[in-house]
């Protein structure tokens, strides 16, 4: 069986192929009475759209929503939303290559393997191309949480990282990399050109930050806000880590260090320290939630790499058309989406319980 659907209450289905006629999300269970239309969720769908500099694939996508159902007259009814978005820029003669052979680090033998049968033309459901979906579906669920603000941003590309000491959140969308740092930004403009003109491409971190969360969200064991949160990142085409707060790092810390120590506050006890990312128990402590992601570099390289034809024989591929050499750039209004859709059905969750 396929899983298409992400969330408990609110849900959403996204469906559609990388080239077929379009694509979208169905989602459930929004709460009526929200003020929604094409024009709010347009320019989260801007961000993340193709073919908006040379450093992304150079598919030629208005990526134009259109809300088919769920909404009268500017307000949503509390019935199901549908979203749409055509593909008008497909070029399928380009993966003719791919349709006789495997691309190694992507998902064709995979799907071969569990299907018996694949869409090669720009990798089907395994397409980047699917996020727009929800993204769309992200800007609904900001509706939800209007408490909340969601900020994405690239911290590292091909191993170069920002110097924290230069982060100015005004840079974000102030450069084509999501780059809080002007800095990196222009060192990451020769490392990318080098890898796209090598026929090559790089990896990227993705960090994002959610603050107005307020305390108890979440749930202690199969609904922890972590989890949800690690499994929605998890789900991203491309990614292969995520980490919650310090991650990684907090294992190399002691207890005294790693401790968010506490203070008697205002409104609620003041936090020294944020190591656990907003997240303790797996329930939401009223500071920022924090995550990190990784994206690997884009499988679809001009480079020519081994691999296997569908009948078992050895060759090579380089695949033609039209790629990101680096997916995690537009990688960073993914992870917002993904972060509004978790705390929206977390809030929506935690009223259900605790009114």
């Not at 949503?76 to 290559?97: A, F, H, V």
């Not at 920002?162 to 990451?188: G, K, L, S, V, Y």
């Amino acid at each position: 069986m396929s899983f298409n659907t992400f969330g408990r209450v609110f849900r959403f289905t996204t469906w559609g192929e990388s080239h077929g006629p379009a694509l979208g999300a169905v989602v459930d269970g929004c709460p009526p009475g929200l003020a929604l239309s094409e024009d709010a969720i347009q320019p989260f769908l801007d961000r993340r759209r193709p073919g908006t500099s040379r450093f992304t694939t150079q598919r030629r996508e208005p990526d134009a929503v259109r809300i088919l159902s769920g909404v009268f007259d500017g307000r949503t009814t509390g019935t199901p939303i549908s979203l749409m978005i055509e593909n008008i820029d497909q070029r399928s003669k380009d993966y003719s290559d791919v349709a006789r052979a495997y691309r190694p680090g992507h998902a064709d033998y995979a799907y071969d393997a569990k299907y018996g049968f694949r869409d090669y033309r720009g990798g089907g459901r395994s397409s980047a191309r699917e996020t727009a979906a929800r993204v769309a579906a992200g800007a609904v669920a900001r509706a939800v949480i209007a408490e909340v603000s969601i900020r994405a941003w690239v911290e590292e590309i091909g191993g170069d990282a920002i110097d924290p000491a230069n982060f100015d959140a005004e840079q974000i969308d102030a450069n084509p990399f999501f780059c809080p740092d002007a800095r990196a930004a222009q060192r990451w403009e020769v490392l990318v050109d080098q890898a796209r003109k090598a026929g090559s491409s790089l990896g990227a971190i993705v960090a994002c930050e959610a603050t107005g969360v307020p305390a108890g969200w979440g749930a202690p064991l199969y609904a922890k806000l972590d989890s949800e949160l690690a499994a929605a990142c998890m789900s991203i085409n491309a990614v292969k880590g995520v980490e919650i707060g310090d991650g990684f790092a907090a294992a190399r810390l002691t207890g005294e260090d790693n401790a968010d120590a506490m203070r008697p506050g205002s409104d609620g006890p003041q936090f020294l320290a944020n190591h656990a990312g907003g997240i303790a128990g797996g329930i939401s402590t009223g500071q920022p939630v924090r995550v990190r992601v990784a994206f690997k570099p884009t499988s679809s390289i001009l480079t020519p790499v081994p691999t296997v034809t569908p009948g078992g024989a050895a060759t090579e591929i380089a695949t033609k058309g039209r790629h990101d050499p680096c997916v995690g750039i537009r990688g960073a209004p993914v992870v917002e989406a993904m972060m509004a859709l978790v705390l929206a059905d977390q809030k929506l969750l935690h009223r259900a319980q605790c009114g």
